[in-house]
């Protein structure tokens, strides 16, 4: 079964600081993984995808296998910042994503 | 360009009565549509998605249906509201290819 864990529901950094918002998954073929990001009075939009290897905003994300984490990290948290995020998995031929329930991100001025 | 739209953005409704929530989008055809429930402390929950007309996957056995009586529609139902019923309803839409799911700006619906 596929499952997607956010430990953290709430996470609270100073801005400047370093920001790190946990994602687990479970599942037993060769997942792929987003993170959505939703700020204020926002719709729900893509951030980033593993596949792309590439930094949106300053946040990074890899993809580990050994350990089955696709950590989102920024090394300096701005205001802007502050947003629900959510982690998600595409299972291999599936046309559907699995969600998990989200972090909440607060960057304390 | 594409977009997608939902209607309505607010609802309030009594328990028993029924449920309309409609999707479109516009600017690509042949979509996958998805119906979203966003609750506080439970995140995302996939509730319906759709790879065709007429073609609809149920993800969590409940009180509600989807249809898609074209393309670009997507609809939401319900014959009698429960209270449970209440959230946040999320459409998204995304291409075959990459998967990357669009969303509409939500419907809050409050079941009273």
């Given amino acids: 079964a596929q499952r997607v864990t956010q430990p953290e529901k709430?996470?609270?950094?100073?801005?400047?600081?370093?920001?790190?918002?946990?994602?687990?998954?479970s599942y037993s073929g060769s997942p792929e993984l987003f993170w959505y990001v939703q700020y204020s009075r926002q719709r729900?939009?893509?951030?980033?995808?593993?596949?792309?290897?590439?930094?949106?905003k300053g946040f990074t994300a890899d993809l580990n296998k050994g350990e089955t984490s696709f950590h989102l990290k920024k090394p300096f948290a701005?205001?802007?910042?502050?947003?629900?995020?959510?982690?998600?998995?595409?299972?291999?031929?599936?046309?559907?994503l699995f969600f998990g329930t989200g972090t909440r991100l607060t960057v304390i001025p | 360009s594409q977009t997608i739209h939902q209607w309505p953005a607010t609802l309030v409704q009594?328990?028993?009565?029924?449920?309309?929530?409609?999707?479109?989008?516009e600017g690509t055809s042949n979509p996958n549509l998805y119906w979203y429930r966003q609750a506080a402390g439970r995140g995302l929950q996939l509730l319906f998605y759709s790879v065709g007309i007429g073609q609809i996957?149920?993800?969590?056995?409940q009180n509600l249906s989807a249809s898609r009586p074209q393309d670009r529609q997507f609809i939401l139902s319900s014959k009698k509201l429960l209270l449970s019923d209440s959230g946040?309803?999320?459409c998204a839409w995304s291409q075959r290819l990459t998967y990357?799911?669009?969303f509409g700006p939500g419907t809050r619906l409050t079941v009273t």
Avoid: W
């Avoid at chain 1, 893509?46 to 590439?54: D, M």
């Avoid at chain 2, 009594?14 to 989008?25: D, N, Y």
């Fill in chain 1, 10 to 25: 709430l996470l609270s950094v100073f801005k400047g600081a370093p920001v790190e918002l946990k994602c687990n998954y």
């Fill in chain 1, 44 to 56: 729900l939009q893509l951030l980033l995808r593993h596949i792309s290897r590439e930094s949106i």
């Fill in chain 1, 78 to 96: 701005q205001e802007e910042d502050s947003a629900m995020y959510y982690c998600a998995l595409r299972g291999t031929g599936a046309n559907n």
């Fill in chain 2, 14 to 25: 009594p328990v028993g009565s029924p449920l309309s929530l409609e999707c479109t989008v």
């Fill in chain 2, 57 to 61: 996957s149920s993800e969590v056995p």
């Fill in chain 2, 88 to 90: 946040f309803y999320l």
């Fill in chain 2, 100 to 102: 990357e799911q669009y």
